[in-house]
């Protein structure tokens, strides 16, 4: 039988990424968000690829994501864990919590003045996405009593945008007057602002340090207009039979769709265990040396069907790409399934034999 499916990344175009948003973000710094496993494509791998280029702050979403992402890295950058954490429960991980809450506040800042050394903390301000971070009155509290920041060492005091993929929403420019607003109230300190579409939305949204995850992965950050950033990664699955079916004949469970001529259909070793959504079924399509072919019938959990009578040159054993080729997209996928780019690649398996590009 053929070798596995293959989830190639690569990692000069995730560091190529990375350094094109570096010069929109300059002179404010720009981290590297490598939560949920660098969304998908190995945090481990993407985390020192970034520090090797010059990265000097990161972004993970839990405190085990950080503390591991730290053993990958090494001592020095930045590593914020945007959950935020207990103090000391990072151990020797260096890590700085986000603090999201005046509870979180509190707990930092007397564990700070307990042990006579400032505790280093990001304070989150919520602006618009009523999920974390200070809340107005939370906010006024601070702002009329910043001794409540005694023991505390804030790098940065950040908000998160909730509609930055969509230039025109007027929550971009409110979220940007409350984050000033709320900025002027509290001790100076630097600011992070904008996620990978904020960076894209002009001066009112630059800061000290950007925070962009998507597009460092190749997810079109600009949904209105051309995708600015390189692609990163394919997803190429193996053909593991072929078959040469009957006008009439039905493929797949549920028997949603029959051939409707002659049909040679591509069987291949990936399915909805995989991170090829179901949803996919009937209206997806991979990509061979350059054309589409079309996903027929429903996804399986380790198999999908494809319509390849078009194509009579693939043989069992060449690779259809899934993810990461013409016209299949994480984007396109998302699409496709109903979902957007960013889940498709969090969903990525974990079955796959992975293979890292390094230049
Ligand atoms: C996930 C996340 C980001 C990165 O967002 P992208 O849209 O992927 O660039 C930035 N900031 C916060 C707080 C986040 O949760």
């Known amino acids: 039988m053929s070798a596995a499916a293959t989830l190639m990344v690569d990692l000069t175009a995730i560091v190529a990424n990375w350094r094109d948003l570096a010069a929109r973000g300059a002179p404010g710094a720009v981290a590297g968000v490598v939560k949920a496993d660098a969304y998908g494509l190995g945090a481990a791998e993407v985390g020192p690829a970034l520090r090797a280029a010059g990265c000097r702050h990161f972004f993970v979403a839990l405190l085990g994501e950080g503390i591991a992402l730290r053993a990958a890295i090494g001592p020095g950058p930045m590593i914020g864990v945007l959950g935020g954490f207990a103090p000391g429960a990072d151990g020797d991980a260096a890590l700085t919590p986000v603090l999201n809450s005046l509870g979180d506040v509190a707990a930092h800042a007397a564990a700070g003045r307990a042990a006579g050394v400032a505790r280093r903390a990001i304070l989150h301000v919520d602006t618009g996405m009523a999920r974390l971070g200070l809340d107005a009155a939370e906010l006024a509290l601070v702002s009329a009593d910043h001794g409540m920041l005694a023991g505390l060492d804030l790098h940065y005091v950040m908000t998160h945008l909730a509609c930055a993929d969509e230039p025109a929403h007027p929550m971009n420019a409110a979220q940007a007057t409350r984050f000033a607003a709320a900025c002027a109230g509290l001790p100076k300190m630097r600011r992070s602002f904008a996620n990978s579409s904020g960076m894209f939305l002009g001066a009112d949204f630059a800061s000290d340090l950007a925070r962009p995850g998507c597009a460092l992965y190749g997810i079109n950050p600009t949904p209105d207009h051309p995708n600015p950033m390189r692609p990163v990664m394919r997803l190429e699955v193996p053909v593991l039979q072929l078959r040469d079916i009957l006008a009439g004949t039905p493929v797949g469970y549920g028997a949603t769709w029959t051939a409707s001529r002659p ?97």
Do not use: K, N, Q
């Not at 959504?277 to 069907?305: C, I, N, Y």
């Open 263 to 359: 049909t040679r259909i591509a069987t291949v070793a990936a399915g909805y265990a995989d991170g090829y959504l179901r949803s996919l079924s009937g209206h997806a399509v991979a990509e061979f040396r350059g054309r589409s072919v079309p996903l027929v019938a429903r996804v399986s959990m380790d198999l999908t069907t494809f319509d390849v009578t078009d194509l009579p040159e693939i043989a069992p054993g060449d690779r259809l790409t899934l993810i990461g080729g013409d016209g299949c997209s994480p984007d396109e996928v998302g699409a496709r399934a109903g979902t957007i780019g960013y889940e498709v690649l969090t969903s990525l398996g974990a079955r796959y034999a992975r293979e890292y590009l390094r230049g």
